[in-house]
């Protein structure tokens, strides 16, 4: 039955929220509180007659105190309301009440009209019906008038299966509102399109005001606002110095209070203790976007990690984006724009090329590189601490920013891994992203997916990996301006011998094949003319996936006229020609084309590397990237006999148990397990030569005895291992064995019902800093641990994925008839690495899962020993649920 009193429970701090509108701008959501009154009142006289029409059915002109005390005074369990707040006012509020069948509400909305068509009501049904799902509701209803169709449009295009009907001049709704794939894409859509927006308002700025500026040379302040005069910034730039009346002619204001007209973005360089104050005046203002180049918050230590949260919470709440603080700036090359608010006195010329960097002290130097490579970009940004804007917001903008065809990301740390992982991915369907990022992993159970794992995790992914800074812009430089290889195919040709067969050697250590009729020396004294035969032959061959030019210059023409057939053969050609020409590094200036209508390099012009060597690496990058590309996305499949809900019932009973976490084995996990599908083994942990027979006895012979210890476990040489026990004789037996050859009176066995024999395998979860939960699979043994060999995706997995895994490792072929074996059920195998990445993406507290032994053979699985360690999550995984900013 409906809630009509408010119980004592504690106001739910969680639900608090700040989201992204649909135009770009922020709020804070948050749960009604009572002293919330009179901000409804004033909410309520700020409705037109039609809002208030819409929302109650009646004029409605004041709401009675009676109304406004159940509207305020909640249970946040069976009734619970949310309010949008922006500046000090409400602008929003949704709700839902308990109907009289438990699992079942009834929800409302009502937006002021000056906020109407900015998507908040659907941003609150998502927070909405993330409340009522903990509560226990998952079925929302609602009546609506007919002529409310933006509000009907609300539950009907958020993914929901809505069931409509009419009855007494009411429209209907009834929905269910858990989490499927179709909600989940509207969500991810959503989300999308909302956060490239707010960056698209800070790209595109009409107007700038630099707070900050000195009347003299100097200061940050000073060198963007110089820097924005002279990129030609085509739209108002203004300079705020109270104790200046104009910086260089241009008139300066005391406070961007004070500046009339719209301001759209503020870059703020006033010393750290002002800056407060300054995001105030700024809030005022209404300004769209900052961006703090100040220094002296989080990297100090805590007390600046408290100050830089509380500018980004007022930011937030009033509208307002943040790119940093101790950030380096942002650019638009735009000629539409032409907009240089960063510290470097120059950026590069226009180009193809999206730039994300977190660190600013390395900003000058990477700007610089991508200049004298001329590799020219699109638009540039650097977040710094990364308290708001982070590098998953910049690829949601270039997802479908005509001006950018690749992405390149200097990253130390990832916020989101989840989110990035999901995000690239699809990104790079669309566009290639290059990332140079240290490698760094939470241990879990084991130690991690290494380097190998790692660098397959980036390739399923389809994100390009950079080892180093020069190696980022040497693939950056072959993907924005000649077309992706189309197989590994590649013709080397050269005007000399040695560096033909160095540059052969180069490219198939890098796994590209070099067919011996396309190892081509066209010798030393080659003239312009048979250079151009020989390339315009290779571009044509169908055979030939890619072309390295190797060349070093003829004694009698000058080096410019083969530098004019490389541009003009790769000007057009269908398939990548790249060159290490000169032993030049970047785009030379006679192998460049030039768009003389952007002013900038165009597709066509042909990249130049300094060795062969990185010629052939950034070739082999490449082709694997676009192997991927081409490759069709996999699909995540429905599986059967899985129950989250009980999942999380029996993590979070653990929890309670244990809130500083725990480890559980064998039949405790498989609980778990089991809530995914996955059945383990049953076995019995026990100790005493007694209680050996007791449990062979419950289980039924035959028995395997084993130590309980997995590293004895591993000792079989030393007989801490006994299968096949049939008799409780040979129990007894067993147990001394163990005890004897441990060097333990009295050591825990495992006792377990021998299971058929197949190929012994492992499946385990770790979570790593880059992709979050990730998935590894690979034969067991000694010698495989040895070597690593383990192949590594990140959860969820699709079918494609858990396929992948399967015939990754090294050892692999043991799987599927190795020496006239017969191969295991496959199918099995794909199914248990599907079960394992659900329940690691859908359980965050999940920390680490190992199943070791599983035996895999032609009539399926065994799984004989489960790990899995149980952790509260630190903070609420930002990747799932509603739409949030961290």
């Given at each position: 039955?409906?809630?009509?009193?408010?119980?004592?429970?504690?106001?739910?701090?969680?639900?608090?929220?700040?989201?992204?509108?649909?135009?770009?701008?922020?709020?804070?959501?948050?749960?009604?509180?009572?002293?919330?009154?009179?901000?409804?009142?004033?909410?309520?006289?700020?409705?037109?007659?039609?809002?208030?029409?819409?929302?109650?059915?009646?004029?409605?002109?004041?709401?009675?105190?009676?109304?406004?005390?159940?509207?305020?005074?909640?249970?946040?369990?069976?009734?619970?309301?949310?309010?949008?707040?922006?500046?000090?006012?409400?602008?929003?509020?949704?709700?839902?009440?308990?109907?009289?069948?438990?699992?079942?509400?009834?929800?409302?909305?009502?937006?002021?009209?000056?906020?109407?068509?900015?998507?908040?009501?659907?941003?609150?049904?998502?927070?909405?019906?993330?409340?009522?799902?903990?509560?226990?509701?998952?079925?929302?209803?609602?009546?609506?008038?007919?002529?409310?169709?933006?509000?009907?449009?609300?539950?009907?295009?958020?993914?929901?299966?809505?069931?409509?009907?009419?009855?007494?001049?009411?429209?209907?709704?009834?929905?269910?509102?858990?989490?499927?794939?179709?909600?989940?894409?509207?969500?991810?859509?959503?989300?999308?399109?909302?956060?490239?927006?707010?960056?698209?308002?800070?790209?595109?700025?009409?107007?700038?005001?630099?707070?900050?500026?000195?009347?003299?040379?100097?200061?940050?302040?000073?060198?963007?606002?110089?820097?924005?005069?002279?990129?030609?910034?085509?739209?108002?730039?203004?300079?705020?110095?109270?104790?200046?009346?104009?910086?260089?002619?241009?008139?300066?204001?005391?406070?961007?209070?004070?500046?009339?007209?719209?301001?759209?973005?503020?870059?703020?360089?006033?010393?750290?203790?002002?800056?407060?104050?300054?995001?105030?005046?700024?809030?005022?203002?209404?300004?769209?976007?900052?961006?703090?180049?100040?220094?002296?918050?989080?990297?100090?230590?805590?007390?600046?990690?408290?100050?830089?949260?509380?500018?980004?919470?007022?930011?937030?709440?009033?509208?307002?984006?943040?790119?940093?603080?101790?950030?380096?700036?942002?650019?638009?090359?735009?000629?539409?724009?032409?907009?240089?608010?960063?510290?470097?006195?120059?950026?590069?010329?226009?180009?193809?090329?999206?730039?994300?960097?977190?660190?600013?002290?390395?900003?000058?130097?990477?700007?610089?590189?991508?200049?004298?490579?001329?590799?020219?970009?699109?638009?540039?940004?650097?977040?710094?601490?990364?308290?708001?804007?982070?590098?998953?917001?910049?690829?949601?903008?270039?997802?479908?920013?005509?001006?950018?065809?690749?992405?390149?990301?200097?990253?130390?740390?990832?916020?989101?891994?989840?989110?990035?992982?999901?995000?690239?991915?699809?990104?790079?369907?669309?566009?290639?992203?290059?990332?140079?990022?240290?490698?760094?992993?939470?241990?879990?159970?084991?130690?991690?997916?290494?380097?190998?794992?790692?660098?397959?995790?980036?390739?399923?992914?389809?994100?390009?990996?950079?080892?180093?800074?020069?190696?980022?812009?040497?693939?950056?430089?072959?993907?924005a301006y000649q077309p992706l290889p189309t197989g590994r195919r590649t013709a080397v040709i050269g005007n000399s011998a040695v560096l033909v067969a160095l540059a052969t050697d180069a490219c198939e250590a890098n796994r590209l094949e070099v067919p011996l009729d396309w190892r081509v020396d066209v010798g030393p004294n080659v003239t312009p003319d048979e250079l151009r035969d020989a390339l315009r032959s290779a571009v044509a061959a169908t055979g030939i996936d890619a072309v390295l030019v190797v060349f070093v210059p003829a004694l009698a023409v000058p080096e410019s006229a083969y530098a004019d057939v490389l541009r003009e053969v790769g000007a057009d050609a269908r398939i990548p020609v790249i060159a290490s020409f000169l032993a030049a590094n970047g785009m030379p200036e006679r192998l460049r084309r030039v768009d003389p209508e952007q002013a900038a390099i165009a597709r066509g012009s042909v990249p130049s590397y300094a060795t062969p060597e990185a010629a052939a690496r950034t070739l082999g990058k490449v082709a694997t990237y676009a192997e991927w590309r081409s490759t069709p996305a996999g699909l995540l499949p429905s599986l059967a006999d899985v129950d989250p809900g009980r999942a999380r019932t029996i993590v979070g009973r653990t929890l309670d148990k244990h809130p500083e976490g725990v480890d559980l084995e064998d039949n405790e996990a498989a609980e778990l397990l089991a809530a995914y599908g996955v059945t383990v083994w049953p076995s019995h942990r026990v100790v005493g030569a007694d209680a050996v027979v007791a449990a062979a006895s419950e289980l039924g012979y035959p028995v395997a005895v084993k130590a309980a210890d997995e590293t004895l476990r591993h000792r079989a040489d030393l007989g801490t291992v006994r299968l096949d026990v049939d008799s409780p004789r040979d129990a007894r037996a067993a147990y001394h064995g163990i005890a004897a050859a441990s060097g333990n009176p009295n050591p825990t066995v495992l006792v377990q019902r021998m299971a058929r024999g197949g190929v012994v395998c492992v499946a385990e979860v770790v979570q790593d800093t880059a992709f979050g939960p990730v998935v590894g699979f690979g034969l067991g043994g000694i010698a495989t641990e040895l070597i690593g060999d383990r192949a590594w995706r990140a959860a969820p997995l699709t079918d494609r994925d858990a396929a992948d895994l399967l015939r990754e490792p090294l050892a692999s072929p043991m799987l599927f008839g190795y020496r006239g074996a017969r191969p295991v059920d496959a199918a099995a195998c794909e199914d248990l690495l599907l079960r394992v990445g659900a329940l690691a993406d859908e359980l965050p507290a999940l920390r680490a899962l190992t199943l070791n032994p599983v035996l895999a053979s032609p009539e399926g699985i065994t799984v004989l020993h489960a790990t899995v360690r149980i952790e509260r999550p630190a903070a609420p995984r930002l990747d799932e649920g509603a739409r949030r900013l961290r």
């Amino acid at each position: 039955m409906a809630h009509d009193e408010a119980v004592d429970k504690p106001y739910p701090e969680h639900r608090q929220a700040d989201v992204v509108l649909s135009d770009g701008g922020t709020v804070h959501i948050r749960p009604i509180r009572p002293e919330d009154a009179d901000g409804i009142v004033a909410l309520h006289s700020r409705f037109s007659d039609r809002t208030r029409y819409l929302r109650y059915f009646s004029p409605y002109p004041r709401i009675p105190p009676r109304d406004l005390k159940r509207f305020t005074e909640v249970d946040h369990a069976g009734r619970e309301a949310l309010v949008a707040v922006l500046g000090s006012d409400l602008i929003a509020v949704g709700r839902y009440e308990q109907l009289s069948e438990p699992d079942t509400a009834e929800v409302a909305f009502v937006v002021e009209d000056a906020h109407q068509g900015r998507g908040i009501a659907s941003v609150m049904l998502e927070h909405l019906a993330e409340a009522a799902r903990e509560e226990g509701i998952t079925r929302f209803v609602a009546e609506i008038l007919p002529q409310n169709g933006a509000m009907i449009r609300v539950f009907t295009d958020a993914g929901y299966d809505v069931d409509r009907s009419f009855a007494d001049g009411v429209v209907h709704l009834t929905f269910d509102t858990r989490e499927t794939p179709q909600v989940l894409e509207v969500l991810h859509d959503r989300e999308r399109r909302t956060e490239a927006r707010s960056i698209r308002r800070l790209m595109n700025p009409s107007a700038v005001a630099v707070i900050g500026v000195s009347r003299t040379d100097g200061g940050m302040g000073r060198a963007v606002f110089d820097n924005i005069r002279e990129a030609g910034f085509t739209g108002q730039l203004h300079p705020v110095n109270p104790s200046a009346p104009e910086i260089d002619g241009v008139p300066s204001f005391a406070s961007v209070r004070d500046i009339p007209g719209q301001v759209d973005l503020a870059v703020i360089a006033v010393p750290a203790a002002s800056v407060q104050a300054v995001v105030e005046d700024c809030a005022a203002r209404q300004v769209a976007g900052l961006v703090i180049l100040t220094s002296g918050f989080a990297e100090t230590g805590e007390e600046g990690a408290r100050a830089q949260a509380r500018l980004v919470e007022m930011a937030r709440i009033n509208g307002m984006r943040v790119i940093g603080p101790n950030c380096f700036g942002l650019a638009n090359t735009d000629p539409a724009v032409s907009l240089n608010a960063t510290l470097a006195p120059h950026v590069p010329g226009r180009g193809r090329v999206g730039f994300f960097t977190q660190s600013g002290a390395l900003g000058i130097a990477l700007l610089a590189e991508v200049d004298r490579r001329g590799l020219g970009i699109s638009t540039f940004a650097s977040a710094g601490n990364r308290a708001d804007v982070s590098g998953n917001d910049l690829l949601q903008y270039w997802r479908d920013d005509p001006a950018t065809d690749v992405v390149m990301m200097y990253l130390e740390t990832f916020g989101n891994p989840r989110k990035f992982t999901r995000v690239a991915r699809g990104l790079a369907r669309r566009k290639p992203v290059v990332v140079l990022k240290s490698r760094g992993v939470t241990p879990g159970l084991t130690g991690g997916p290494g380097e190998r794992g790692l660098q397959a995790l980036y390739r399923a992914s389809g994100v390009i990996r950079a080892e180093a800074l020069g190696e980022m812009f040497n693939i950056g430089q072959l993907l924005a301006y000649q077309p992706l290889p189309t197989g590994r195919r590649t013709a080397v040709i050269g005007n000399s011998a040695v560096l033909v067969a160095l540059a052969t050697d180069a490219c198939e250590a890098n796994r590209l094949e070099v067919p011996l009729d396309w190892r081509v020396d066209v010798g030393p004294n080659v003239t312009p003319d048979e250079l151009r035969d020989a390339l315009r032959s290779a571009v044509a061959a169908t055979g030939i996936d890619a072309v390295l030019v190797v060349f070093v210059p003829a004694l009698a023409v000058p080096e410019s006229a083969y530098a004019d057939v490389l541009r003009e053969v790769g000007a057009d050609a269908r398939i990548p020609v790249i060159a290490s020409f000169l032993a030049a590094n970047g785009m030379p200036e006679r192998l460049r084309r030039v768009d003389p209508e952007q002013a900038a390099i165009a597709r066509g012009s042909v990249p130049s590397y300094a060795t062969p060597e990185a010629a052939a690496r950034t070739l082999g990058k490449v082709a694997t990237y676009a192997e991927w590309r081409s490759t069709p996305a996999g699909l995540l499949p429905s599986l059967a006999d899985v129950d989250p809900g009980r999942a999380r019932t029996i993590v979070g009973r653990t929890l309670d148990k244990h809130p500083e976490g725990v480890d559980l084995e064998d039949n405790e996990a498989a609980e778990l397990l089991a809530a995914y599908g996955v059945t383990v083994w049953p076995s019995h942990r026990v100790v005493g030569a007694d209680a050996v027979v007791a449990a062979a006895s419950e289980l039924g012979y035959p028995v395997a005895v084993k130590a309980a210890d997995e590293t004895l476990r591993h000792r079989a040489d030393l007989g801490t291992v006994r299968l096949d026990v049939d008799s409780p004789r040979d129990a007894r037996a067993a147990y001394h064995g163990i005890a004897a050859a441990s060097g333990n009176p009295n050591p825990t066995v495992l006792v377990q019902r021998m299971a058929r024999g197949g190929v012994v395998c492992v499946a385990e979860v770790v979570q790593d800093t880059a992709f979050g939960p990730v998935v590894g699979f690979g034969l067991g043994g000694i010698a495989t641990e040895l070597i690593g060999d383990r192949a590594w995706r990140a959860a969820p997995l699709t079918d494609r994925d858990a396929a992948d895994l399967l015939r990754e490792p090294l050892a692999s072929p043991m799987l599927f008839g190795y020496r006239g074996a017969r191969p295991v059920d496959a199918a099995a195998c794909e199914d248990l690495l599907l079960r394992v990445g659900a329940l690691a993406d859908e359980l965050p507290a999940l920390r680490a899962l190992t199943l070791n032994p599983v035996l895999a053979s032609p009539e399926g699985i065994t799984v004989l020993h489960a790990t899995v360690r149980i952790e509260r999550p630190a903070a609420p995984r930002l990747d799932e649920g509603a739409r949030r900013l961290r």
